[in-house]
């Protein structure tokens, strides 16, 4: 993976592999995790901009972040221009200096709403969100991507759309809407795109491993990669792609526990670490037990047992 630094506005980060925005994973502990596992950038989970507007108390526990954490971008999806620049105006987002637009989410609700992907197919109205966010003063980013399906591909026009509507970076994912994760991911269509546009192109899909996201940036000419649901198996990926070392599964189950704890309940830090944990154990001898015992657990303590036993301190 060719790394380098990146400027997306007058933000420079320090390198051009990106933690995507994953709906129920990317939180504060394991956005602090991936960064501190190399990523340049992490993604919060996309967060409703109408939610903030009424204080919608479910979103603002997606906004937790720390002075520790450091640079994070937010998502928000909408559709409502005005709405969408109140959010990037609302308190709860001032920790955040990058703002990124969701107009990739295939998900039914969102896509009948006129959110997510829907804007593709709207891009007038995609271009007045840009433009609406852009006055709030935030570096605005879009991810979005290349069409709704394969015979309504849009990539080139749509990033300079974004472009000419003043946004800073733009993350393709390079798979039609009615694919949603599955199937090739289209590199001419992100060539394409990157080069029509002057803002750097960052380019999302399919990276499991080094050599994936080697391929995805010599075939598209992008400036970086963004990745995704490998993170979720195997979230030390990041040191493989940036150079840095690894380190033992259990110490870094154990700092993802405590950061976990760090803004979250008891009840959501069992949950969401004995999901982790069944995530992280894929591939071991014996996976499919211990996500039975798992998914059984009812303390943090419990979870952190089987980690133990799993992974061990000397492994
Ligand atoms: C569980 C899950 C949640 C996701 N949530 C979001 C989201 O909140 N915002 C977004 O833009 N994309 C979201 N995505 C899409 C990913 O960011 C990414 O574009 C997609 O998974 C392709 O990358 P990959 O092949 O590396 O997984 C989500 C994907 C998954 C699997």
Same mark, same amino acid.
């Given at each position: 993976m060719r790394l380098s630094t990146i400027r997306v506005g007058d933000i420079l980060l320090p390198n051009n592999v990106f933690l995507a925005p994953l709906a129920g994973y990317t939180n504060y502990a394991f956005r602090r995790l991936c960064k501190e596992y190399g990523a340049g950038l992490c993604f919060s989970e996309m967060v409703s901009a109408k939610g903030l507007k009424y204080g919608n108390e479910n979103t603002e526990d997606l906004l937790y972040t720390d002075e520790e954490e450091g640079l994070t971008a937010v998502q928000i999806f909408g559709n409502d221009p005005e709405i969408m620049r109140m959010a990037c105006e609302n308190e709860k987002l001032a920790p955040f200096p990058i703002v990124d637009i969701n107009? &990739?989410?295939?998900v039914p609700k969102i896509y009948k709403n006129g959110e997510g992907s829907a804007l593709l197919e709207n891009p007038k109205l995609a271009e007045e969100i840009v433009k609406a966010c852009v006055k709030s003063g935030k570096t605005i980013t879009v991810k979005f991507r290349i069409g709704v399906s394969a015979d309504k591909l849009i990539t080139k026009e749509f990033a300079k759309r974004m472009e000419g509507a003043g946004a800073s970076m733009l993350t393709i994912h390079g798979r039609t809407k009615d694919k949603v994760y599955a199937g090739e991911v289209n590199y001419d269509e992100i060539a394409s795109a990157k080069s029509a546009v002057g803002i750097p192109v960052i380019a999302n899909g399919g990276v499991f491993s080094n050599e994936d996201a080697k391929r995805l940036m010599q075939n598209t000419g992008a400036d970086g990669v963004m990745v995704a649901r490998a993170s979720l198996f195997d979230p030390q990926l990041f040191c493989d792609l940036t150079g840095k070392e690894r380190e033992n599964k259990y110490t870094s189950f154990c700092k993802q526990m405590q950061w976990t704890r760090a803004h979250a309940d008891e009840k959501f830090t069992t949950v969401f670490m004995r999901k982790m944990a069944a995530f992280y154990v894929? &591939?071991?001898?014996g996976a499919a037990a211990y996500k039975d015992r798992l998914f059984s657990c009812k303390t943090p303590e419990e979870v952190l047992e089987i980690a133990k036993e799993i992974w061990g301190e000397k492994k």
């Open positions: 107009m &990739g989410c295939p894929k &591939g071991e001898r």
